[in-house]
């Protein structure tokens, strides 16, 4: 995993500003705030809302509309499951089920002690040796019940 | 001596075997040994299951080993010392495997083969040909585009030429040249080898429609999912930059052209052309109504044309070679090659290009070997989550626009997922609701309410609760969302509904319909 910053409205503005002027920011200016602080907080938008000359609805619209981006912080670590049908086709519902039983958490959530948060993604392009996943942005493939619990632990180190 | 030459891919379904790791080992080994090792990062052959195969080059040209396990590498790194010499894991000329050597390569023809990230390897391998040859005649670019008869690789087919010309006949003091790259469509990962294997064929396709329709900008969309591909792509843009195949003078011509990668943020719909309009705009991805077209009042509402990347990638060897070279591969209206992807429960995964014609049962056996568990084929999924489920009743269906579209499916992006016999049928039915339910845009009410209720109403089926009336209501839904829809997302959602209960009736507790006596 990588450490992300805490919130901080002043580098946030400056990290905004830099890319005024160009066409279509909002989405990069979104993206690079949300890798920078880990997530999208409500104090975001004003500032964004403001530089591009937005209503603060438009930015809240955006922000909601895309499954990418998250308001709240996400655990420490990460992992997403792809679900599509390629990935069914090998197994892919067990797997995931067993995700949810190990981790004690349902899909979208994240563990009660912050370590890891559970996710869907639809598609990794990896459908040729699926089921596949990542873990903190790593790709896995050819995914089984030994592999995705050693993923699991990897993250309790 | 020359350093020894080992490829080792770093496309991403390599890299998910183990790829990255595999290519450490024999750095670290290559250096405890004092042996002057080069290792390439190429793109995928497409012979999936050996990943990560790796290959030597020898005298006798290059030989592949795989797929290459940590444990192997020191065997595997000996075999390879003894200019490919024999391992239990030999392969042997990659050219010379059946799989590779059936296909019909024209827009793959350099994947897997060159370093992705080397102008010069992509020259000394035929690359920027077509660009030569539209530069001498930049105004019969949109002609020859139109006579090779290329239609739209993304799925719907459109011929690539009109929509050119439409482009080009618009006046604007500024145009744009958009490529789809926002590949969702679970089965489907040839967008991704191309962005991975041979970016400069993307950048080159899309220069040359640049210069086609007098558009001087360019945007590569691509999914948030595809990272490796994110980064090849920037790598091979700044290289053409950098060659002065990019910029305000492309090749020395009076054309300028350049390109931007932007990064989308995990919306499915956004692979629908105006909603990624939209989204690069910096908006919610959701999707416009058509007319205006994309080629009058496309990106910031100025003429655009915006194609899929196999589309942009076939163009540089039509330009290359002639459109009648690449009309003469196919059948019917479905002119030139496919890169179909072999996914999900299949022995010989991977991407296997070839002229349109090919029957799903030729491929799904013949080719691919049948399933990976052992069990039988019971249903194959054609085109993504919005294609059909064809059981093997339908397995001589020739790989074609046309033919697919009279069965009720789609041959959508090429996909090709196929299932064993433990598949519940209604289950993928459900999942083809749900999948709506969830990327729904929430533009249009048919997608948007539809695909709750259809979620609700499966359910349901699946209860056995008023199991006749339900699958009524079903079709009724599926009528409604195929006619009422903005796009193709609420749209096409009910050809796997409707495949799954037309051909499994049983899955949902009906009565099997009666086999046609042959």
């Known amino acids: ?157 | 001596m020359s350093a020894l030459r080992i490829y080792v891919p770093g496309d991403a379904a390599a890299v998910a075997c183990g790829a990255d790791e595999i290519a450490a080992a024999i750095g670290a080994l290559a250096a405890k040994r004092k042996v002057d090792v080069e290792i390439v990062r190429n793109g995928s052959r497409g012979m999936h299951w050996l990943e990560p195969m790796l290959e030597v080059t020898t005298a006798k040209g290059r030989i592949a080993y795989g797929p290459v396990g940590l444990d192997d590498v020191d065997s595997v790194f000996a075999a390879m010392l003894a200019s490919g010499g024999e391992h239990e894991l030999r392969i042997g000329v990659p050219e010379e495997h059946p799989f590779l050597k059936r296909q019909t390569r024209l827009t793959f023809a350099r994947c897997g083969i060159v370093d992705p990230r080397s102008l010069d390897d992509y020259r000394a391998h035929g690359g920027y040909q077509g660009l030569m040859g539209a530069l001498k005649a930049p105004h019969s670019i949109v002609e020859e585009v139109t006579q090779s008869g290329l239609r739209g690789r993304g799925g719907a087919g459109f011929p690539t030429g009109i929509k050119w010309k439409t482009v080009a006949e618009t006046k604007a003091a500024q145009k744009y040249i958009v490529c789809n790259a926002d590949e969702g469509d679970s089965g489907t990962f040839a967008d991704r080898m191309i962005m991975e294997g041979d970016p400069f064929v993307l950048i080159e396709g899309m220069t040359i429609a640049g210069i086609a329709v007098g558009a001087t900008k360019g945007y590569v969309y691509i999914r948030s999912e595809y990272p490796h591909a994110i980064a090849v792509m920037n790598d091979a843009i700044a290289a053409a930059r950098k060659g002065g195949m990019l910029g305000g003078s492309v090749a020395g011509s009076q054309f300028a052209f350049d390109l931007e990668v932007r990064v989308g943020a995990g919306a499915y719909v956004c692979g629908e052309e105006t909603s990624l309009l939209e989204s690069l705009e910096g908006k919610r991805g959701e999707v416009r109504a058509k007319p205006p077209l994309p080629a009058h009042q496309g990106l910031f509402g100025l003429p655009t044309v915006i194609n899929n990347v196999l589309s942009f990638a076939a163009v540089p060897i039509i330009l290359e070679k002639g459109a009648a070279f690449y009309k003469h591969f196919g059948m019917g209206r479905s002119r030139g090659t496919m890169p179909i992807q072999l996914a999900g429960n299949i022995k010989y995964a991977g991407l296997y290009e070839t002229a349109f014609g090919v029957t799903l049962g030729e491929l799904v056996d013949d080719i691919g070997g049948g399933t990976a568990s052992g069990r039988p084929v019971r249903a194959v999924q054609v085109g993504g989550p919005l294609g059909a489920y064809f059981p093997r009743a339908l397995f001589d269906t020739p790989f074609d626009y046309e033919a697919f579209a009279k069965r009720d499916g789609l041959i959508g992006h090429g996909g090709v997922v196929v299932f064993d016999d433990t598949v519940d049928m209604a289950k993928q039915a459900r999942f083809a609701m749900e999948f709506c339910a969830v990327e729904s845009c929430g533009k249009c009410t048919p997608c948007r309410i539809g695909s709750a209720r259809g979620v609700e109403t499966v359910d349901k089926i699946r209860r056995g609760e008023a199991r006749e009336q339900n699958v009524t209501v079903l079709k009724d839904l599926c009528n409604t969302m195929k006619f009422g829809s903005l796009c193709a997302l609420g749209g096409f959602t009910p050809y796997p509904v409707m495949s799954a209960l037309t051909h499994f009736p049983e899955d949902f507790g009906m009565t099997p319909r009666l086999q046609a006596a042959e």
């Open chain 1, 1 to 157: 995993m990588d450490e992300k910053a805490l919130w901080n409205a002043e580098a946030a503005a400056e990290l905004i500003a830099a890319h005024k002027g160009r066409d279509g920011a909002l989405l990069p200016i979104l993206q690079e705030l949300q890798e920078t602080f880990g997530h999208i907080p409500d104090a975001a938008v004003p500032l964004v809302a403001e530089t591009l000359n937005l209503s603060r609805a438009e930015v809240h619209g955006v922000v909601t509309f895309y499954h990418d981006f998250r308001k709240k912080p996400a655990g420490r670590h990460i992992l997403k499951l792809c679900r599509a049908e390629a990935c069914q086709s090998r197994g892919g519902d067990a797997l995931a089920d067993r995700a949810e039983q190990k981790l004690g958490v349902k899909f979208g959530e994240t563990s009660a002690d912050g370590r890891i948060t559970l996710e869907s993604v639809y598609c990794l392009g990896l459908c040729s040796v699926s089921p596949s996943a990542t873990i903190d942005g790593r790709i896995v493939a050819r995914l089984d019940d030994k592999k995705l619990d050693a993923l699991i632990a990897e993250t309790g180190r």
